[in-house]
């Protein structure tokens, strides 16, 4: 089975740009035969210029424009795949749970706890061969970003879009999110012939306005799934900004004018990841421990998949480029008026 594909398809607006202003360049050729034959008969005015040939420049301007053709499609690469390989792959099934509740955009990790979070993830997803990965944010209430999925160019993509303003419901519910990856978790694994190992990285600072989140990581654990939890953010604390766009207009203050400070809660988020048979690492300004916790997931036992897809496409650029370039070389060498070798044939008149 041959499959046919360009391989950067957007070239081939030079294409048909070249021969919309060919068409362009025939209406206006056209008027002006139409004018010119209102001054008196064509031929004989013609023939007034010595040597010269209307057929010519016709073929020259179809010549230029059609090298034009053939270089637009060399530049688009025309590729043809013929081989056809199983690829077998080893993986599990990660959920991401991430706070975007105000208190993230706090500081003491720079840029501030939340972009800081998305880059390590963004760094992990580089990571990732043949895992399938999900998103979830969550404030007070949790909502499925990305469906577990092994499409990591999605996954760029919807982490990308996170931040503050995704959910205006304000408070922090990591229970929410727990219950919410075991949900995708069980809506996934429903077609898998194979069981694949299940975890949870759950990236907060901690502080949980909602009890349940230690009971939520122990059913977890019960149901096979593995809990691990970052800590963003440092024990001193920092002000929560008003507005991440405006750093000038202050931090949020309690109702007493008091400014208020968001400290990083580690006993809940240990107590999580204990019930949840994982184990907790406390972010800093130089490392986030992502990449330590999904070196302990990949122990984790893998399930066998297999997947089909085509093992290498071929390139026939060459072939177009030369073909512009012999029909570039073959223009240059028609001029507008015969020599006088040519003036021996009759091929342009």
């Known amino acids: 089975m041959n499959i046919f594909q360009f391989e950067h398809i957007e070239y081939l607006w030079i294409a048909i740009l070249s021969v919309i202003f060919y068409i362009i360049w025939l209406i206006f050729r056209w008027k002006d035969r139409k004018n010119l034959m209102k001054q008196g008969d064509t031929q004989l005015i013609t023939e007034l210029v010595e040597g010269k040939s209307n057929l010519r420049i016709k073929w020259k301007i179809f010549l230029l424009n059609l090298s034009f053709v053939f270089f637009a499609i060399a530049l688009a690469n025309p590729q043809l795949g013929s081989k056809m390989e199983e690829v077998k792959r080893e993986g599990i099934d990660l959920i991401i749970a991430i706070d975007i509740s105000n208190s993230m955009l706090a500081q003491d990790i720079k840029p501030n706890r939340l972009e800081r979070s998305k880059m390590a993830i963004s760094k992990l997803i580089n990571d990732l061969r043949g895992d399938r990965l999900g998103i979830i944010a969550y404030t007070a209430q949790a909502y499925t970003l990305l469906p577990i999925t092994t499409d990591y160019g999605a996954a760029r993509m919807f982490l990308n879009s996170v931040n503050t303003d995704y959910i205006n419901q304000q408070g922090t519910s990591i229970s929410a999110a727990i219950e919410l990856a075991q949900e995708s978790f069980l809506q996934s694994s429903q077609n898998q012939t194979n069981k694949r190992s299940q975890a949870i990285i759950i990236i ?146």
């Open 204 to 349: 907060s600072d901690g502080e949980d306005h909602e009890s349940g989140a230690v009971e939520a990581a122990r059913k977890a654990k019960e149901n096979g799934i593995t809990i691990y939890t970052i800590g963003m953010g440092l024990s001193s604390g920092a002000p929560i900004p008003v507005s991440k766009n405006n750093p000038s207009a202050g931090y949020k203050k309690d109702n007493q004018g008091n400014t208020i400070i968001t400290k990083l809660n580690e006993q809940l988020l240990e107590e999580i990841a204990n019930a949840g048979d994982g184990y907790f690492v406390r972010a800093n300004n130089s490392n986030t421990g992502l990449e330590k916790i999904y070196n302990s997931i990949n122990s984790l036992d893998k399930a066998e998949i297999e997947t089909r897809s085509f093992k290498e496409y071929e390139g026939w650029f060459q072939i177009f480029a030369a073909i512009a370039f012999a029909i570039l070389f073959f223009e240059a060498a028609i001029g507008l008026k015969k020599g006088k070798f040519e003036s021996r044939f009759k091929i342009f008149n």
